[in-house]
């Protein structure tokens, strides 16, 4: 069963792809391909795995697409990466399921493994990648290019 609380989640990883003041545009750090979700951290808790079994991710250069266990298409996004710097950061604008919603964070990659923490409205932006209140955290592994 594909929880909201994930649709939501994966709505803040949609950002708008211009005008971002403060978060420089580059390439996508090796981001690209097609990802399961693996994991989910949230508020400080650990999610069941339950909650994320089936759902796929597909980043692309400019945009993330999220598909349901049910390969319906979930989430249509873009986004902004700054890479210059360890972990990187990420400036996320919601277009689906609420738009206009943001959200700041942190990206790290380790071989196929893909990181991103990220507050949710009223929340303070992550530092490291343990999640607080209005906090949460996914886990990716690529699938492939």
Known sequence: MFSSSILLILALCIIAPSGIPGIAVDETAGLNGIYSI????????????RNVQGQMVRITPDRIFVADHENKQTI?????????????????????????????????REGDMVWLIYHLPGGETPTEFKTK?????????????
């Open 76 to 108: 249509v996004a873009s986004y902004r990466l700054n890479s210059s710097k360890v972990p990187w950061n990420i400036m996320m604008l919601s277009e689906l399921p609420q738009p206009g919603q943001e959200a700041r964070g942190l990206v790290k």
């Open 38 to 49: 693996v994991a989910l951290e949230k508020n400080g808790e650990k999610q069941p795995e």
């Open 133 to 145: 209140q209005k906090q949460h955290m996914v886990v990716l592994r690529k699938l492939s290019k």
